[in-house]
């Protein structure tokens, strides 16, 4: 993505433009009616694939991945299961903008007005006569200074407490919710009255109260805190997602009394179980993308917007009564619930690799420049040692330091680390070329059979990074549709037009962020005539395309990520995403863009098979065949980029016992949104000819703007 300085304002522009929830949903302003890069040309296309000679290459098994950082709240309010919202009141969210007369961008409001990512009180209310405010003389720990003063005055009646509103609502339907919270007394106001506590969840719009559970009591303690439990399991399913968690008191009970808290968390049931896990129904979809890797913590948000705020590996570990969290980079505090730890566990429940991203000693600026913000040279031991100890705490055994204190957090077995990347987006950075030299030598020392990805080569005009034999190069690219088919054949012979014949790639960021302009700049100020924020089957044939020309180079493009991921609709930084949700999993949108991915990941062969073209050439028509051997199936991926059908006949040396298809098609402009979220998804192809042939000869109609997979059982 790019560097903060040149994207603040983007989510300042979207959201000026209207661009929240209601908005996006509705409508997209910009229009477009063909791909610039597109031939029309609807004659003919022939292909001959060779499956009993030929060359073949091993296919890349892990190309499709994810890409995940805390950006529009795609962790915390989304796939962390955590459904409380300023659980521990860590911190706030900042708007950036421009101040007349101040250069580069500046924090231009602040939800704690006198501390910008200060703690605030945001999204609990008072229940009843009670004040509630934010109190540093009782921390619950080191890591977690503030807490919540409860007080509750002498004439107080009736029900008194405190709710949370969630991450703009909470999902309440049959399912167990595990609740918990730490409360302390205050000595001298405290009646030694209480009894009980009882925690709700209830509607925000009505009276309605759809689960209760009391939690009784002895005597509090009134030197530690005591930490309470109560699991709620509900039998009806709330008709919205305008619910809160409550947690209240008999008044009668706690007249004139002072009560601390901290730490209320409240979980719905996690993906695959864990606890402190992953939101089950946004986990299940991305697991339905059948993805082979997934890169993390960043991104933007691993460099943070100081040295002082970059992503500290240790800091996310053990309980999270000692994770202070950190101001993230994306206008909001962090809560570092999901940690390295939680991040090595969702790699695992979900039989994916970890892509790692380490700090390597360069962070942002809020005012921007190349050379504001990097660890000098002779301080660069520092951040190569930190780096060591985060892969001894991933990798090493337990008679180690770090693989010790891993199995003192419940995984005594090392992880498996293939892929660890060094940095993000350095190309933004002059001082690279020594950051790198340094923490590759020592990584790679420390760790031969790691492959370590570069993140910056010749995209600086002044710095060319040399590559390690063996290693890896992250190209990032948000771009428009036209520059995705002009760059169908970059990585045909990218090795030896680079001298790098031994560097393989990772696409790691990439996506179609506007339409075809004439200046062919991409404008990421998001004006609504160009901006694309969903989605299109613009966007799907594009990156497709992109796409099918990684596949047909195996040996060079190792593995792609779509980024962003996934985004809140209610407040978020960056689009267009591959899939949107809310509180509300009704609500969850699967884009154009996902169900291409979905695609083209969950038909991927062992070996590329040699294709030939005897009529037609590449534009309109992008195609890559591969055959899986385990199941003797040749599978065929044809993007049709033009506004016309294009007859294609596909001639195999083998026949085949049957063939069906998948497509998924539309206009141009056709996307998913809130109320019609299967308006593009992948279907049936639509084939009423022969599906067997002893002759290996299969002919169709290529629908325009569509992007299919055509499988051939052998």
Not at 159 to 167: A, D, M, Q, R, T
Not at 436 to 449: C, S
Not at 529 to 554: C, K, L, M, Q, W
Not at 571 to 586: G, H, M, Q
Request: net charge negative.
């Amino acid at each position: 993505m790019l560097k903060l300085w040149e994207i603040l304002a983007v989510g300042a522009a979207a959201l000026a433009h209207g661009a929240t929830g209601s908005r996006l949903v509705s409508r997209q302003e910009s229009f477009t009616n063909y791909i610039n890069a597109t031939r029309d040309d609807d004659s003919k296309v022939s292909l001959q694939i060779t499956t009993q000679s030929g060359e073949r290459n091993v296919t890349a098994p892990d190309l499709y991945g994810l890409f995940f950082e805390d950006i529009s709240h795609s962790i915390d309010g989304g796939v962390y299961g955590e459904l409380i919202q300023n659980r521990a009141f860590q911190g706030s969210g900042v708007k950036f903008g421009s101040i007349d007369g101040i250069p580069y961008q500046s924090i231009i409001s602040s939800e704690n007005p006198y501390v910008p990512f200060g703690p605030v009180l945001k999204s609990w209310r008072p229940i009843g006569d009670v004040k509630l405010s934010l109190d540093i003389l009782h921390p619950l720990s080191e890591a977690l200074p503030t807490v919540m003063q409860i007080d509750i005055p002498n004439n107080a009646t009736g029900e008194v407490g405190f709710l949370n509103e969630g991450w703009w609502g909470m999902d309440v339907r049959p399912q167990t919710y595990n609740a918990s919270f730490y409360i302390l007394p205050n000595p001298l106001r405290n009646s030694s009255n209480l009894t009980h506590v009882d925690v709700s969840l209830r509607s925000n719009l009505t009276d309605d109260v759809w689960v209760t559970e009391s939690i009784p009591l002895g005597n509090l303690s009134y030197f530690d805190y005591t930490k309470l439990h109560a699991q709620l399991e509900p039998t009806v399913q709330a008709p919205n997602s305008n619910n809160t968690f409550a947690v209240t008191f008999d008044a009668s009970e706690v007249r004139g009394c002072t009560f601390y808290v901290s730490l209320i968390s409240l979980f719905g049931e996690t993906y695959k179980g864990r606890p402190n896990g992953l939101r089950k129904d946004l986990a299940e979809h991305i697991k339905e993308m059948n993805p082979a890797f997934l890169r993390w913590p960043g991104g933007n948000n691993l460099e943070g917007l100081s040295i002082a705020s970059r992503f500290k590996w240790r800091q996310t570990l053990g309980d999270i009564r000692d994770r202070p969290g950190r101001v993230g980079t994306w206008d909001y505090y962090n809560t570092d619930g999901l940690g390295l730890l939680e991040f090595l566990h969702w790699c695992e429940d979900m039989e994916i690799k970890p892509l790692l991203t380490v700090y390597a000693g360069y962070s942002l600026n809020l005012a921007g420049g190349n050379w504001s913000v990097s660890y000098p040279e002779d301080r660069m031991g520092e951040v190569l040692q930190e780096a060591l100890d985060e892969l001894e705490y991933v990798t090493g055994n337990t008679s180690t330091r770090y693989g010790a204190l891993r199995a003192q957090h419940g995984h005594p077995e090392p992880f498996d680390l293939e892929i660890v990347e060094i940095g993000n987006e350095d190309f933004f950075s002059y001082t690279y070329p020594y950051r790198f030299r340094i923490l590759y030598d020592g990584l790679k020392e420390a760790h031969p059979n790691i492959t370590f990805i570069s993140s910056q080569y010749d995209e600086n005009s002044n710095i060319t990074i040399e590559l390690p034999p063996g290693e890896m190069y992250d190209a990032h690219d948000y771009r428009e549709p036209k520059w995705f088919l002009e760059n169908f054949g970059r990585w045909d012979n990218w090795q030896e037009e680079t001298n790098n014949s031994d560097i393989t790639v990772f696409l790691g960021e990439y996506s179609v962020f506007g339409i075809d302009e004439p200046d062919q700049l991409v404008n990421f100020s998001n004006p609504l005539e160009e901006h694309i924020f969903f989605p299109r089957i613009v966007s799907a044939v594009a990156e497709g395309t992109y796409a099918i020309g990684a596949e047909r180079n195996p040996n060079t493009v190792r593995l792609q990520s779509y980024a962003p991921a996934i985004a809140n609709l209610n407040d978020f930084d960056w689009s267009p995403n591959f899939l949107t949700f809310s509180a509300d999993p009704s609500q969850t949108i699967l884009s154009v863009t996902y169900w291409q991915q979905w695609l083209f990941a969950h038909f991927r062969g062992t070996q590329t098979l040699p294709v030939a073209n005897s009529e037609g050439d590449f534009n309109p028509l992008f195609w890559v065949a591969t055959i899986d051997e385990p199941l003797n199936a040749v599978y065929l991926k044809v993007v049709n980029a033009g506004n016309l059908t294009v007859p294609l006949d596909v001639d195999l040396d083998s026949p085949y016992n049957n063939v069906n298809g998948t497509i998924l098609t539309g206009e141009l402009n056709d996307y998913n949104y809130k109320n019609n979220q299967t308006a593009v998804v992948p279907r049936p192809v639509n084939y009423t000819g022969e599906t067997s042939n002893s002759d290996g000869v299969f002919s169709w109609e290529v629908p325009p703007y569509s992007l299919t997979v055509l499988q051939f059982d052998l």
